[in-house]
């Protein structure tokens, strides 16, 4: 094994990599579900719920749709996942809600080409998916395509791949800014010599957290903000995170590597 890999295994022992806390698919639920209920007032402080048709777009396990069919005002919920198995989890997850149709259902669907038809929905969420997207331009544009006039992105993203948690490598290793430091093949060999937890996070492999980091979209805030304007949204709340890094993420040059994540309403003007 090189010796930058075995640095990295090492470095371990004093820069803990992240406890597996939800290492089941209904703990992850429960969390979801709970960081849902913490974030709707935030958006809600910027956009009318009442009476909206709103569409979570990568909802996953379904936990934040079936928040907010249950717990806000919301006319209708539905939500879209490219995975056939998650929107199966999905139903389930809502089935043992008490929440179904017509308030709440689930349809397997690409981001990129959603299976909706123009102008269908007063509100959009995008939760922690933004740095995930291949194109970006292309996401934004189907997202403008599929609200309505007036209608608005609630949106948080991160964290962002300069950040020093973007490579999304934190339960394997406690390095920041890992893939800025070391080279992609070394920590790939790191990982390989990591025992696989029992219960993994989202059912997710030590191998497919490492493919997952090669599909990171390197998105820098400068980026996205101007992604945003030209694709035609009024930013109505934009607050870059996390707080106490804030200062540091507006430092020129230096600032993608202290601005982790996005929080964000997008008015389609």
């Avoid at 989202?202 to 998105?219: F, V």
Wanted: proline share 6%; with cysteine.
């Amino acid at each position: 094994m090189r010796l930058s890999a075995r640095l990295l295994l090492a470095s371990n022992r004093v820069l803990r990599p992240r406890r597996r806390a939800h290492a089941t698919d209904q703990a992850y639920f429960d969390h979801t579900f709970t960081v849902a209920r913490g974030r709707a007032p935030v958006f809600a402080r910027h956009v009318d719920l009442g009476g909206k048709r709103l569409l979570d777009i990568g909802c996953g396990l379904g936990a934040k749709a079936i928040f907010y069919a249950k717990e806000t005002p919301v006319a209708e919920v539905v939500g879209v996942d490219l995975s056939e198995r998650r929107i199966g989890q999905a139903r389930a997850f809502a089935e043992c809600a008490g929440v179904g149709e017509p308030r709440l259902r689930f349809e397997v669907g690409d981001a990129s080409g959603m299976p909706f038809e123009n102008e269908s929905f007063d509100l959009l969420l995008s939760e922690d998916m933004i740095e995930h997207v291949a194109d970006v331009p292309g996401f934004l544009a189907e997202c403008r395509r599929v609200l309505r006039p007036g209608g608005s992105i609630l949106m948080r993203g991160g964290p962002l791949y300069f950040s020093p948690w973007g490579a999304h490598l934190y339960y394997q290793f406690g390095m920041p800014w890992v893939t800025l430091l070391l080279s992609r093949s070394a920590i790939r060999e790191a990982s390989a010599s990591l025992p696989e937890p029992q219960g993994v996070f989202l059912s997710m492999s030590l191998a497919e957290e490492i493919e997952q980091l090669e599909g990171l979209n390197r998105l820098t805030p400068r980026r996205l903000t101007r992604l945003v304007d030209e694709a035609g949204f009024e930013r109505r709340l934009w607050q870059w995170g996390p707080r106490k890094m804030r200062f540091l993420g507006c430092l020129p040059l230096i600032g993608p590597l202290f601005t982790a994540s996005i929080t964000a309403v997008l008015v389609k003007s």
